[in-house]
């Protein structure tokens, strides 16, 4: 079909659509249906009322001169949706970098940004061979230059074959470059010892953008009902904001903190049977390793959730952005894909997406964008859907898909960059193991503070108790306890964490989640004066 033509028909089949969540979704609008990013166990997102979109489409005819769009007659779910990782606490955090610059007196010096993953702008160096390749792609003049090894020209050449004109600046096929969907179905074959075939593999613009691209799919009534998605309680936000932006059902199941933030079937049971008044649950997410929770599921676990998975009918989502970051020695990563192939019938046959980055791992290339989707078993139909709809957005950004065939086709023993890959590889991921546990046994160490191990990712999510008196001055104030807490300790220390209210908590608990990955001198320096701060905060409010 004509790109037109093609065009027109994807919009002309959208307005029905459109027009049948105007009509056909009232009742839980602005006023009862929150949809804030802000979690309750079983909290429904839904689209807002005819009504209200029809009050909306008045305003929009304002006179002459007024503003088209405002905060009023903007979509809903984008302005009610929350972020937590880069919310009031991190733009707080960027006034007051800007104050220390114009030399405002402080009682600290720097602002220390504990509250993303970001392992680059916390002084994590990135791999040789790997910005090596990219370099190479980017000026290919460079190719004939003896200083870069052979291995790293090899890498770029293949892929420069591959890219329209011989240039990563041209657009890739939307699923991106074949090449690099072959490196990583062989990535994932040799890490299961299962097959996987490169048409299943979708690279995008970090796992986020392959994320969000497939729980689109899932922006359907069924019966009457919007779909539901379970998702962990603690949660990475990329859930709960993407389902308040799509009106798709939020099932929060929580994690358990008394068991190493282990996920039981019991409470899975609990938050499907509730969770059917209000939605259609269609999708189980699980993040393994946990953000922001730091735990690495056990193979028996997993097959507890696979199990409960088929029973009830759920695509599994499998978050496995951490799959390198374990670092507890009795723990090891096992992929869903796995576990569920070797579980053989009728689990093997289950539909699965399996999500990889290249923000994470011992790569950290956050700002660069790469990640692949693996869709298993999923019915062709669909998946020709999803190509289709990601073809909307062109393609990935290539240098992002350069970084992931990095990834996933590594150095070999026997190729010159292999020694000094491995080396900056182990001494990355080593590190991270020894700060991980350096920030466990500290925060341990605080009067009032409880952490379970970090097993695996780059967080820990302390639980903290806190004096009657500092949650009244917190109500007082109108904010939640934690987030009262964390401000109080971003403006005496710089330590900019996320309160645990922006990830989801048991109510009467409250937390924050620390990144380990301030490099270790300052994470030391962080810690001292995290621990002092408690001790004064406890003083202040007992
Ligand atoms: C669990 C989890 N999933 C997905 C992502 C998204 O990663 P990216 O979009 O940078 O690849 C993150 C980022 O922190 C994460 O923690």
Not at 129 to 147: A, E, G, I, K
Not at 321 to 350: I, L, R, W
Not at 368 to 383: H, L, T
Request: include cysteine; charge should be positive.
């Amino acid at each position: 079909m004509p790109q037109a033509r093609w065009w027109n028909a994807v919009i002309a089949s959208s307005r029905p659509r459109t027009w049948e969540q105007l009509t056909a979704s009232g009742g839980s609008g602005t006023s009862r249906g929150r949809t804030s990013a802000r979690l309750t166990a079983t909290e429904s997102v839904v689209h807002r009322p005819a009504s209200d979109r029809i009050h909306c489409r008045g305003m929009a005819s304002g006179p002459p001169g007024s503003k088209v769009l405002t905060e009023d007659n903007v979509f809903t779910n984008l302005r009610k949706m929350e972020y937590a990782v880069r919310g009031p606490l991190l733009l707080r955090a960027l006034e007051i970098e800007k104050e220390l610059q114009k030399g405002a007196k402080k009682p600290f010096k720097e602002v220390i940004k504990a509250n993303v993953g970001d392992a680059h702008a916390m002084g994590q160096q990135p791999i040789t061979f790997l910005r090596q390749v990219l370099t190479l792609t980017v000026s290919p003049n460079l190719l004939n230059d003896p200083s870069y090894p052979e291995d790293a020209k090899e890498r770029a050449r293949t892929i420069l074959c591959q890219c329209k004109g011989g240039s990563v600046g041209s657009y890739s096929e939307s699923a991106g470059i074949e090449v690099i969907r072959k490196h990583a179905a062989q990535y994932i074959q040799d890490r299961d010892g299962i097959p996987s075939d490169y048409h299943n593999i979708i690279l995008s613009n970090g796992a986020s953008d392959g994320i969000k691209s497939f729980l689109k799919l899932f922006n359907e009534k069924v019966d009457g009902k919007p779909s539901g998605v379970m998702i962990p309680i603690p949660q990475y936000p990329l859930y709960s904001a993407t389902l308040a932006e799509f009106g798709l059902a939020q099932i929060g199941y929580y994690l358990n903190e008394e068991n190493k933030w282990a996920l039981d079937i019991s409470e899975l049971d609990r938050a499907l049977s509730e969770s059917r008044r209000i939605c259609n649950p269609r999708v189980l997410v699980v993040i393994n390793p946990g953000n922001p929770t730091g735990q690495v599921l056990t193979r028996t676990n997993i097959e507890d959730i696979i199990r409960f998975a088929y029973k009830n009918h759920l695509f599994l989502l499998a978050d496995e952005v951490y799959q390198d970051n374990v670092y507890d020695k009795d723990s090891a990563f096992h992929s869903f894909k796995k576990v569920m192939t070797e579980m053989g019938e009728p689990y093997c046959k289950m539909e699965l997406a399996s999500f990889m980055s290249v923000s994470k791992g011992y790569m950290g290339e956050c700002g660069i964008r790469g990640g692949y989707g693996e869709f298993v078993n999923m019915d062709p139909k669909v998946m020709a859907i999803l190509l289709k709809s990601i073809s909307a957005m062109l393609c990935p950004t290539v240098l992002g898909q350069v970084v992931m065939d990095v990834v996933v086709n590594p150095p070999k023993p026997n190729e010159p960059s292999y020694q000094l890959f491995e080396k900056e590889k182990q001494h990355t991921l080593c590190s991270l193991a020894e700060r991980s546990q350096l920030v466990v046994d500290t925060l341990n160490s605080i009067p009032g503070f409880k952490v379970n191990p970090a097993m695996g990712a780059m967080y820990v999510f302390p639980r903290i108790e806190l004096p009657k008196k500092a949650i009244a001055a917190a109500e007082k104030e109108g904010q939640q306890p934690d987030v009262f807490y964390a401000f109080k300790l971003l403006e005496s220390t710089g330590i900019c964490v996320i309160p645990g209210s922006g990830f989801g908590q048991r109510p009467g608990t409250y937390h924050f989640r620390t990144t380990i990955l301030p490099q270790k001198e300052k994470m030391k320096m962080m810690l001292e004066s995290l621990k002092q701060f408690h001790i004064r905060f406890l003083e202040e409010y007992k």
